[in-house]
Nanobody
């Protein structure tokens, strides 16, 4: 069974940085899609950043220029470097990977940005 291990959330002051990590285990296939989503209090989950196996990356407009998604295909891992954090970046961050025909979600990690 495929399992995603997520780490890196925490409390940071506005303007600070955090790095999230997500690694897949239990799969013999590499993910075709890796994405980071977040859910702010009272809001729906949204896609923050994604990368696909052809090297395409995409960002939500609200994080473009501040967040960077990267992947380590050898480790089946994806990272999200978050810089210049703002209070509105606060939320639960989730990792998702498409592996074969399955969508696999990691547990949420809380990011809190204090003003």
């Amino acid at each position: 069974q495929v399992h995603l291990m997520v780490s890196g959330g925490g409390l940071v002051q506005a303007g600070g940085s955090l790095r999230l990590s997500c690694a897949a285990s239990g799969s013999t296939f590499g993910p075709s899609f890796m994405g980071w989503y977040r859910q702010a209090p009272g809001k729906e989950r949204e896609l923050v950043a994604s990368t696909q196996d052809v090297g395409h990356v995409d960002y939500a407009e609200s994080v473009r220029g501040r967040f960077t998604i990267s992947r380590d295909s050898a480790k089946n891992a994806v990272y999200l470097q978050m810089n210049s954090l703002k209070p509105e970046d606060t939320g639960l961050y989730y990792c998702k990977m498409d592996i074969g025909s399955r969508e696999v979600w990691g547990h949420g990690t809380l990011v809190t940005v204090a003003s």
